[in-house]
């Protein structure tokens, strides 16, 4: 008897156990303040005079979120953690199932539900769609800059409406307002791989995939201040190694 030999099938394997063998590894940590005194976040003023007084306070009083601070564990929360190659004109080694964007993933969503933008810091890839939305039952413009690669706009979005936009990759942050609710403040990440992350409610990030090797870990808060100043505005070199890369705790102190 012929032992029949499913070529397309053992293929498929041996890519599968190429990819396994490649060395890729998880880069996770927590971004902590690294202030004594935790800064206490401080009520959004809407004068009473305001045409969307009404509605902006209908839920009753909400607070800034510049700096959001786990009174807890001073966990910081919306710090855009990156990585760069180690060599300024370099490239980040791409993992073969991160190199297309998944379907899933196409579209990345800001809100503007009551007179905040949610979320406040976000990250995406070039190749994403920016999908900006108006849930609100008032008016709202969305104002974003960023440079010359991003030059930006103001755009009203009537309620219940969307802006779609196109962002391309760039390492200078993009800022965002409304000129409607002028305390609203927001910003945008865009760069031209998958390997980001926000921090969330207690400073965690985690970075999956990362190719193993030197690289520089990037470090910046959405208010546009860098980890240890501008001397952060280089990194910290770092070097992954297969598997969960833990970077601990890292402090980040309060600006000058």
């Not at 800022?175 to 002028?182: P, R, S, V």
């Amino acid at each position: 008897m012929v032992e029949t030999i499913d070529l397309a099938a053992e293929i498929k394997a041996a890519s599968k156990a190429k990819v396994a063998a490649e060395p890729w590894g998880t880069v996770k940590g927590r971004i902590v303040w690294g202030g004594q005194e935790i800064p206490k976040r401080v009520p959004v003023v809407v004068a009473p005079t305001h045409n969307d007084h009404r509605f902006c306070t209908k839920d009753g009083e909400f607070l800034d979120d510049d700096w959001i601070i786990d009174p807890k564990g001073k966990g910081l929360k919306n710090v855009f953690v990156w990585l760069a190659p180690a060599e300024a004109e370099g490239k980040l080694a791409i993992h073969p199932a991160r190199q297309k964007i998944a379907e899933s993933e196409k579209n990345v969503v800001i809100d503007q539900p009551i007179c905040m933008f949610v979320p406040h810091a976000l990250a995406m890839r070039e190749g994403q769609k920016l999908v900006v939305k108006n849930s609100a039952k008032v008016p709202h413009s969305f104002k974003w800059a960023g440079g010359d690669t991003n030059p930006g706009g103001n755009r009203t979005i009537v309620p219940g409406d969307q802006l779609d936009l196109e962002i391309k990759a760039d390492s200078r942050l993009i800022l965002l307002g409304c000129a409607f609710h002028l305390w609203m403040k927001g910003a945008i990440l865009a760069l031209d791989h998958p390997y980001f992350a926000v921090t969330d409610e207690q400073g965690r990030f985690e970075i999956k995939d990362a190719p193993a090797g030197t690289c520089q870990l990037m470090i910046r808060h959405s208010t546009g201040i860098w980890l240890g100043g501008a001397k952060g505005r280089s990194g910290k070199a770092i070097t992954i190694e297969p598997g969960d890369n833990d970077q601990d705790t890292l402090e980040y102190p309060p600006p000058q």
